[in-house]
């Protein structure tokens, strides 16, 4: 409710400022949006917001000023879905660069125009060295392709006395972008993935006309002779929540989550881990509640499953089905706040959203328990984390020292024991292990026997 309210209130003074300022001066406002680097969560973020901005203002058309090599197919993918339902016409300006990823956002505009020298294609989806991705990724590529190139329809060509319907952009040629296996007579040999030249784009219906700036599309081929040119101006916070909503910064966020959580547990009290880990989760889940990914039930799930830890830790001591069931709630918490659903409704979630949530919760996930083994084997050793431990003489742990003079006696607790942490005897320190259970920091205890230069005690 309170997301809606600020939206509204910001649409609101938007609108009121476009009129104070001569928006609507009687010549057609035409809204221009500059995508000038890689697609990615940042991109994402200037093209839904300027959208928006432009229907507030009441633009008669968006014209997208577009030069990437590519990026991320999700963001891609919400980007095209983005402009094909845009209530105000989606007009593309290629200078230069439309490949990959930057090609699917093109298809998508109601009109492509070009820069000379400019292309448009090679759409094979590749990961981070480079490398062509299973043929799963590549089939899905080749449907968002062929499905964005249909959307524009069929015109109708009549010849004589014959009536016959042509795409306005064949989805074969938009599919031969990312399968090298299609061929199609006079333009692409199989074996090769399909890039278009602006001449060869225009000859082929990728492209609507070749000019060389921003004004020769408006007044040339949009038929604005007097119009009024408004551009999205990004905010530092619009690139702020774009980088936390980077899925390598995600993952980093979660290793850190997961950590502070581990670490809290293995030592008493509350200090740094649970504060790194509240302020990671914070940062986490803020930038996706602002965009309407994060919803309020999806952010419950995540502290439901942290208040059943703490249940675990504090009231029912060991692990066992409360930190179990709340391990799952965290992760399931993090994961679906990552998916654009709405609310309970899943249907236009598709299954590359999903599995790019959950390899960057596995990710994070699997990363943050590697990071806690490795640190928890350096506390305590020659390395770089010595200092934070109890440090023992390592000749006298070796020598199992006769500990049977401390059976009977009293000490107190130096650390919570869950069953095992440290004891105090006559203002010694030692390991000790409850024989009784859990048993609070402080609390007297008596050693009943030792073992391996343990004590064991009860409460």
């Not at 006309?209 to 599309?217: L, M, Q, T």
């Amino acid at each position: 409710m309170n997301r809606i309210l600020i939206k509204t209130a910001t649409c609101f003074i938007i609108t009121w400022f476009a009129v104070t300022t001569g928006a609507t001066s009687g010549k057609p406002l035409v809204y221009k949006i500059d995508i000038k680097k890689e697609i990615n969560q940042t991109s994402q973020i200037y093209l839904h917001k300027g959208l928006a901005e432009a229907r507030s203002l009441g633009a008669d058309a968006v014209l997208l000023h577009l030069n990437t090599y590519g990026g991320l197919l999700e963001s891609a993918d919400s980007m095209r879905t983005a402009i094909l339902y845009s209530p105000v016409p989606v007009y593309i300006f290629i200078d230069n660069n439309a490949a990959s990823a930057g090609a699917l956002i093109s298809i998508a505009g109601k009109k492509i125009y070009m820069r000379k020298g400019a292309s448009i294609g090679a759409a094979t989806v590749v990961d981070q060295t480079g490398e062509g991705m299973p043929d799963k990724y590549q089939s899905y590529m080749r449907s968002m392709m062929r499905a964005t190139a249909e959307a524009h329809g069929k015109d109708t060509v009549i010849s004589g006395r014959d009536t016959a319907f042509k795409w306005i952009r064949d989805p074969k040629i938009a599919e031969a972008m990312v399968d090298d296996r299609i061929f199609i007579p006079n333009l692409i040999d199989s074996g090769k993935t399909l890039t278009l030249t602006s001449e060869e784009a225009l000859k082929w219906g990728f492209c609507d006309g070749i000019a060389e700036s921003v004004d020769e599309v408006i007044t040339k081929y949009m038929q604005y002779e007097a119009y009024e040119l408004k551009s999205y101006t990004p905010s530092w916070l619009d690139n702020l929540k774009g980088f936390l909503m980077n899925p390598v910064f995600q993952s980093l966020l979660i290793m850190i989550i997961i950590g502070g959580i581990y670490f809290e547990l293995q030592t008493p009290g509350v200090g740094f881990p649970s504060f790194a880990a509240i302020t990671a989760a914070v940062i986490y889940f803020a930038p996706l509640y602002l965009e309407g990914l994060a919803a309020n039930w999806e952010i419950l799930v995540f502290v439901i499953g942290l208040i059943l830890i703490v249940f675990e830790l504090f009231i029912i001591p060991g692990f066992g089905i409360a930190g179990i069931t709340g391990t799952l709630l965290i992760i399931t918490g993090l994961t679906l706040a990552l998916v654009n659903n709405i609310n309970f409704n899943f249907e236009n979630v598709n299954g590359f959203e999903i599995g790019r949530s959950i390899i960057v919760v596995l990710v994070g996930t699997t990363v943050g328990f590697g990071m806690m083994l490795w640190l928890s084997s350096r506390i305590g050793s020659k390395g770089p984390l010595r200092k934070i431990a109890l440090e023992a003489d390592l000749e006298e742990a070796a020598s199992s020292p006769d500990l049977s003079p401390l059976v009977g006696k009293e000490g107190r607790t130096a650390t919570v024991l869950r069953p095992s942490g440290k004891v105090i005897i006559d203002g010694i320190y030692y390991d000790g292990i409850s024989e009784s259970g859990f048993i609070e920091k402080g609390t007297k205890v008596v050693v009943v026997r030792f073992e391996n230069a343990q004590v064991y005690v009860e409460s």
